[in-house]
Structure formats: structure tokens, C-alpha cells
């Protein structure tokens, strides 16, 4: 029995995460302990070249944290005060914090019927101001960049990605995260890929964007370690890179384990009217979704939610059940009908390479026990 604070079935279990890899993981701490390999070392800029070969970045560069990667990579872009950056509030605060502190100005739009930014309100929003527009690929599944790219060139608009949660996600054959200027994917504990503690880094295909990246991340050092611009600290340290490198060779299997379950999420819940379900694996086949969340939207969701803690299952509501633009302080005042009835509904089930098939059959059984009751 995996009992974590009361819960047989936990949302996410950070000790065994640790537990399932513990000597491997303090091998690595230790040699690179050994080589007194901390900051900016091989392991680093061979996990950063593997990594732009699994995505088909032409580079990608580690920085501290996904938020850090996407405020860089905007101030890479030349994104400023007195421009507008369009993003969809379906997202983490971190989102939109990037935005403000570049000075420019976060502008809310609204999410589509698939929980990712729409195209249509992101034209909608579009004034002489707008400077960029930054997607967010949400649950592991990707925007659709088609439209988002062609809207892009006809306004000559920059795009930055936020792909904190859809590494190996691919859009009509390419990765998420490569489509505009850069995009930022996070390596938080819980995501596909994870470290042992805050990660992120950014990928991009342009050389430019790529040295000022490196610049800014570094204190505004160059490739010769000479003060060349203004810049802050946000270097992924070389244990986190070594042990993500190490991760990132079994990551295709992690996102296979992660798309059976979603399969197996479906076809024990598909056929309950009170619950809509994300798409499947093979539903899309413009989408290779990697299933970073299992996002539903279910009816009588909070009598749910309580009714599954009740059968020791854990789920989540996403960003604390509100979407950025209803945190009040934050003063965005929009009104986004679509997304905050969405908020009403929308739930966070269990979703990890570490579950086991019979404990999404106990989470489906649960549900089906609620509405069938």
C-alpha cells in the first residue's frame, strides 16, 4: 500500500520518485562531488546537446527554473516596456509574471474548448502595441502553432513558448518549444523530466537569441568570460544537468508509460457523460501528446474531488482552481467567460510513470462509483 499523508493513491509521490532510483541518483551526486563539478561543466553541456537532439533544437541552454527561462528568452527577443504580450490565463502565474517583469504588459485571453490558448481570441486581442504572443503548452499537449506562426507572420509578431509542461510533445511532427524564438521547459520534480529540485532551459533555433541566452544567464558574460551585457544568475547547476542527462535516456519510455495510461484513463471513463475527457493517444494525428497532466472536466467536480480523498486517491485543481486573470491582486481585470466557466469544472487526476494499472483501475472505479451511485 503507497500511503502518503492519508492517501493510498497519491497525486504525485516524491519519495518514491527519489526512493526507485536512490543509489544511481548518489552516484551521480558523488562523482560529480568528486570532480568538484558544480557550475557551467561538461555535464551540463552534454546534457544541453542531448537534449537539443531529443526536441531538434539547434541549441538549447540550461537556466534555473522554467519562469527564469521564459523572462530570458523574452528579453533575449528585445520584449520590453511599452509592448503587449498575449497569453492565455489557462496557465501558471509564472506565465505572466515573465511578461511583467520584462516591463511589458501581460494581455489575457482566453482558452479553447482544448484548455489551450485560442487562436481566435488571440487575434481578437491583437493591437499596434503587440510585440509577441506566448502560448502555453498545456498537459503536455501542444497549441496549435499552425495557426499561431501564420497569425505571427502576417503581424510580425515574435512567439515565445511556454513548454514547462510538454517536453517530447510534438506538433505536425515537431517539438514543442521550437516553433518561435525559444521556447522554456521546466524540470521540476513532477514533470516528464524531472530533477531533484528546480530546473529548467531553453530551446531555440536561432544563434542569436541562443548567445544572448548564454549571456544573460551568466551575468552578462560572453563565451570568453567577459562582462558583455547586463545579466542575472540563472545557471542549471551540474549535478541537476548530470542527473537529468541520465533521465532524459529513459524518458521515451516514461512518455510511453504515460500515454498507456491516458489509454487506459479513457476507456474506463469515456463513456460517463458527467466527465469530458482529454484526447486520447491516437485521437489526433497532428498531436503526440507526452500527458504531463490528465486534465477532465467533470460535473459536480468538488463533490467528487472530496469523494475520491475519501478513497484515498489524490487529484489537484489546476493553478489552486483559478485561472491567472481572477487572481484579483493581480490586476488584470478581463473578463474571460469560456475559461472561468472551465474553472468550475476542470480537475487534475493522478498521472506519473509510476502508476500501476490496477491504481488508475481503483481511481476509475472510484469515479464511476460517484456517478453511478
Known amino acids: 500500500m503507497n500511503l502518503v ?20 541518483l548518489i552516484r551521480i551526486v558523488r562523482e560529480a562531488g568528486r570532480r568538484g563539478a558544480f557550475i557551467l561543466q561538461d555535464d551540463l553541456s552534454q546534457f544541453e546537446s542531448n537534449l537539443a537532439e531529443f526536441t531538434g533544437a539547434r541549441f538549447a541552454v540550461g537556466v534555473g527554473n522554467a519562469t ?22 489557462h496557465t501558471m502565474v509564472a506565465t505572466a509574471a515573465a511578461i511583467h517583469f520584462t516591463g511589458a504588459l501581460p494581455v489575457p485571453v482566453e482558452c479553447g474548448a ?81 530533477c531533484l529540485g528546480d530546473g529548467g532551459a531553453v530551446l531555440t533555433n536561432d544563434r542569436n537569441i541562443f548567445r544572448r541566452l548564454s549571456q ?90 472530496k469523494f475520491l480523498e475519501t478513497r484515498g486517491v489524490g487529484t489537484l485543481l489546476p493553478w489552486g482552481g483559478k485561472a491567472v486573470h481572477q487572481w484579483k491582486r493581480l490586476k488584470l481585470r478581463v473578463s474571460l467567460p469560456f475559461t472561468e466557466s472551465l474553472f468550475k469544472r476542470v480537475l487534475l487526476l493522478p498521472m506519473n510513470a509510476q502508476l500501476a494499472d490496477n491504481q488508475v483501475h481503483k481511481i476509475c472505479d472510484a469515479i464511476r462509483r460517484f456517478y453511478r451511485a
Open 5 to 24: 499523508r492519508g492517501r493510498l493513491i497519491p497525486y504525485f509521490d516524491y519519495r518514491r520518485d527519489f526512493f526507485n532510483e536512490e543509489e544511481e
Open 68 to 89: 527564469d527561462g521564459l523572462f530570458l528568452t523574452l528579453r533575449a527577443a528585445g520584449i520590453g516596456a511599452g509592448d503587449e504580450v498575449i497569453f492565455c490565463t
Open 114 to 194: 482544448d484548455h489551450l490558448i485560442d487562436p481566435a481570441s488571440v487575434e481578437a486581442a491583437l493591437t499596434p502595441r503587440t510585440r509577441a504572443i506566448l502560448p502555453t503548452h498545456l498537459n503536455g499537449r501542444t497549441a496549435d502553432m499552425r495557426a499561431l506562426v501564420r497569425m505571427a507572420r502576417r503581424h510580425s509578431l515574435t512567439i515565445v513558448e511556454d513548454a514547462a509542461q510538454a517536453l517530447g510533445s510534438r506538433f505536425c511532427d515537431q517539438a514543442a518549444g521550437t516553433f518561435g524564438a525559444g521556447g522554456a521547459v521546466s524540470f521540476y520534480p513532477a514533470k516528464v523530466l524531472g
Open 216 to 305: 544573460l544567464r551568466n551575468h552578462g558574460r560572453d563565451a570568453e568570460g567577459l562582462v558583455a551585457s547586463w545579466g542575472l544568475n540563472s545557471r542549471l547547476d551540474n549535478i541537476q544537468a548530470a542527473i537529468l542527462d541520465r533521465r532524459l535516456q529513459r524518458l521515451p519510455r516514461a512518455i510511453d508509460r504515460r500515454r498507456a495510461i491516458a489509454k487506459l484513463y479513457s476507456a474506463r471513463l469515456r463513456d460517463l457523460h458527467e466527465l469530458t475527457l482529454p484526447p486520447g493517444p491516437e485521437g489526433d494525428s497532428d498531436h503526440f501528446d507526452v500527458f504531463q497532466n490528465y486534465e477532465i472536466e467533470a460535473a459536480r467536480r468538488d463533490r467528487l474531488r
